[in-house]
Structure formats: C-alpha cells, structure tokens
Nanobody, 123 residues
Framework: QVQLVESGGGLVQAGGSLRLHCAASEGTLHTYAVGWFRQAPGKERDLVASISWSGGTTNYADSVKGRFTISRDNAKHTVYLQMNSLKPEDTAVYYC????????????????WGQGTQVTVSS
C-alpha cells in the first residue's frame, strides 16, 4: 500500500511551464507504475501520461504529446510531470495514481490516489 501526495501546481500564463511532483508519503513507490490524470470542471477525469515502474516505458495522451514529460526517480520515490507550452485547456486538477501494472493509456488498475493539485493556465 502507498499514500501519494502531489505538489507543484499553481497559476501560470499560457506558454509557461510547471513541474508536478508525486511523492509517496507512506510506503514505497518504486514497484508501482504511475499515471498522471487530470479533471477539469464538468469533465471526466482523463489519463494524460503513464510510466512503468522502471521508467522504461512511458505513454502520453495525444493532447499533451510533445509538451509533457513523465519521469521518475525511484531512489526518491517520486514521479514527475514536466509540463511545457501550457495552454488554457490544460487547466484542471491533476492527480497521480499508482498501479501494480498498466498497459498503455488504460485507466484500469490504479488503486492508490493522491489528493490532487490545481493547475490553472491563464490566457
């Protein structure tokens, strides 16, 4: 079991960058695959990126491909989401979640969730 805490959200102008952190406050993260999800007001929660436990496999939604990068430092039990060239439509609450294994951008299997961090991109 693992408890996750996200940080790094905030307010940024369009074209700017933010780096989100997902850390394990309890338990260890290095054996889990991790996904970053986001949910905008009135919309469903979508998976934007995932990374395997080793970091060797990453997957991205088309909407963020080329702008976002997911990575991890297993020694620090932390997964990152580097977000560049941000757009107003990236505004959402961003969540990280852990799974024993994931396949591509499948949303099934994510058993552990953080509380979310707000990202707001102004135009």
């Amino acid at each position: 079991q693992v408890q996750l805490v996200e940080s790094g959200g905030g307010l940024v102008q369009a074209g700017g960058s933010l780096r989100l952190h997902c850390a394990a406050s309890e338990g260890t993260l290095h054996t889990y695959a991790v996904g970053w999800f986001r949910q905008a007001p009135g919309k469903e929660r979508d998976l934007v990126a995932s990374i395997s436990w080793s970091g060797g496999t990453t997957n991205y939604a088309d909407s963020v491909k080329g702008r976002f990068t997911i990575s991890r430092d297993n020694a620090k039990h932390t997964v990152y989401l580097q977000m560049n060239s941000l757009k107003p439509e990236d505004t959402a609450v961003y969540y990280c979640a852990a799974a024993n294994t994931v396949t591509g951008l499948s949303t099934s299997g994510y058993a552990y969730w953080g509380q979310g961090t707000q990202v707001t991109v102004s135009s």
